[in-house]
């Protein structure tokens, strides 16, 4: 079955499944059995997310939209390293949805600002919501940093003794500015 076909058939059962008839699963099981790219670009709740914060950004200004994407694939590409771990790849995509929010929180506090109509608790609302998503992008990015750090390889330190230690070179120093230390 060629990938045109598979799509139609998904097409016609999904309307079915949205609604929630449980004798239509069997059938778009095979479908997604048969082609996994289709439960894979379905299923990615990620890409889900960023198009759902790229229609509350942009509307119907499609200009908009498709330039924020093309700043997202750019984004994806430089916070991807040469091989991504599946982890990598998941904190990155949470990234770029934060990127999002981030920015949407920032637009809509402008826009407030700009309203008459803004009361002092409706600004206190748009600040909390900037601060959180503030908060959430930079958790993002600092434990895409830790797990990359702690996929780097470890020096490798050999003991006078000559026995591996797999301990800093720094704390090595501080050990045996230690021992020094005791022996005075």
């Known amino acids: 079955m060629s990938q045109?076909?598979?799509?139609t058939v998904y097409k016609i059962w999904s309307p079915v499944t949205k609604r929630g008839d449980l004798s239509a699963v069997p059938a778009l099981r095979r479908v997604f059995d048969?082609?996994?790219?289709?439960?894979?670009?379905v299923g990615d709740l990620a890409a889900q997310a960023q198009e759902t914060w790229l229609v509350v950004i942009a509307g119907t200004d499609l200009s908009l939209?498709?330039?924020?994407?093309?700043?997202?694939?750019?984004?994806?590409?430089?916070?991807?390293?040469?091989?991504?771990?599946?982890?990598?790849?998941?904190?990155?995509?949470?990234?770029?949805?934060?990127?999002?929010?981030?920015?949407q929180a920032d637009a809509a506090y402008a826009n407030a600002l700009g309203s008459?109509?803004?009361?002092?608790?409706?600004?206190?609302?748009?600040?909390r919501r900037q601060e959180s998503s503030q908060r959430q992008y930079h958790?993002?990015?600092?434990?895409?940093e830790l797990v990359r750090n702690l996929m780097k390889p470890r020096l490798a330190v050999f003991n006078?003794?000559?026995?591996?230690?797999?301990?800093?070179?720094r704390?090595?120093?501080q050990t045996e500015m230690g021992r020094f230390a005791?022996?005075?």
């Open 171 to 173: 704390n090595r120093r």
């Open 160 to 169: 006078p003794d000559g026995k591996r230690s797999s301990e800093s070179p």
């Open 116 to 127: 008459a109509q803004a009361s002092v608790a409706i600004l206190r609302e748009f600040t």
């Open 65 to 103: 939209k498709e330039a924020a994407r093309c700043k997202l694939d750019e984004m994806r590409e430089e916070l991807a390293s040469v091989s991504p771990t599946p982890i990598e790849k998941l904190l990155i995509e949470r990234i770029l949805a934060c990127w999002l929010q981030v920015h």
């Open 139 to 144: 958790a993002s990015i600092k434990q895409l």
């Open 4 to 7: 045109k076909p598979r799509w």
């Open 182 to 184: 005791q022996a005075r």
């Open 34 to 41: 048969a082609d996994p790219t289709l439960w894979q670009k």
